[in-house]
T-cell receptor
Framework: EPEVTQTPSHQVTQMGQEVILRCVPISNHLYFYWYRQILGQKVEFLVSFYNNEISEKSEIFDDQFSVERPDGSNFTLKIRSTKLEDSAMYFC????????????FGQGTRLTVV | AQSVAQPEDQVNVAEGNPLTVKCTYSVSGNPYLFWYVQYPNRGLQFLLKYITGDNLVKGSYGFEAEFNKSQTSFHLKKPSALVSDSALYFCAVISGGYQKVTFGTGTKLQVIP
């Protein structure tokens, strides 16, 4: 069964450092998403990406965040200068672009900023 | 705009008893509704969805959910709870031209042996 894969599973970084979270979406999917979940709390939308550009972003997704699909298979989330409050589980998801189908999620990357 | 509400932070149920996890939604068009489950230290797993048709939808692991348009609800149910059902459950919605999935705040289900 196809799946979304995310690497690394856990990343520890110092405050102020840049991090890149990587995702490989399902190959025939067209829409890509990043969500985050602060420990034990709700899942929050960050950004959606379609046709090589951001289609929607939340207020959380400020200038410190960026996304890229550098090579047609990977989908990355970059945080330029991490803050303590960026510590969370980050989930990548993809969907086939039809709004009535479910999004498939990766297992997540746990980011710990120290 | 679209939103989802899960009014209960936690639901406790005895093993073997029926369970219900509540969800209500608010959308401007027709809703597409989903339930996801998250086991400890794991990602989100799709359980079931309502798109159109029969209001009662069946999903994985014996779960089902009932779409009620007049009450704008999509409660998750299971006739007989298992201890292994203990997890965090998220209701989600897509509507209209939106592509993003909007999640509820999650409900922790605790099944007591």
């Amino acid at each position: 069964e196809p799946e979304v894969t995310q690497t690394p599973s856990h990343q520890v970084t110092q405050m102020g450092q840049e991090v890149i979270l990587r995702c490989v979406p399902i190959s025939n999917h067209l829409y890509f998403y990043w969500y985050r979940q602060i420990l034990g709390q709700k899942v929050e939308f960050l950004v959606s990406f379609y046709n090589n550009e951001i289609s929607e972003k939340s207020e959380i997704f400020d200038d410190q965040f960026s996304v890229e699909r550098p090579d047609g298979s990977n989908f990355t989330l970059k945080i330029r200068s991490t803050k303590l409050e960026d510590s969370a589980m980050y989930f990548c998801a993809s969907s086939d672009g039809r709004g009535n189908t479910e999004a498939f999620f990766g297992q997540g990357t746990r980011l710990t900023v120290v | 705009a679209q939103s989802v509400a899960q009014p209960e932070d936690q639901v406790n149920v005895a093993e073997g008893n029926p369970l219900t996890v509540k969800c209500t939604y608010s959308v401007s068009g027709n809703p597409y509704l989903f339930w996801y489950v998250q086991y400890p230290n794991r990602g989100l797993q799709f359980l079931l969805k309502y798109i159109t048709g029969d209001n009662l939808v069946k999903g994985s692991y014996g779960f089902e959910a009932e779409f009620n348009k007049s009450q704008t609800s999509f409660h998750l149910k299971k006739p007989s709870a298992l201890v292994s059902d203990s997890a965090l459950y998220f209701c989600a919605v897509i509507s209209g031209g939106y592509q993003k999935v909007t999640f509820g705040t999650g409900t922790k289900l605790q099944v007591i042996p």
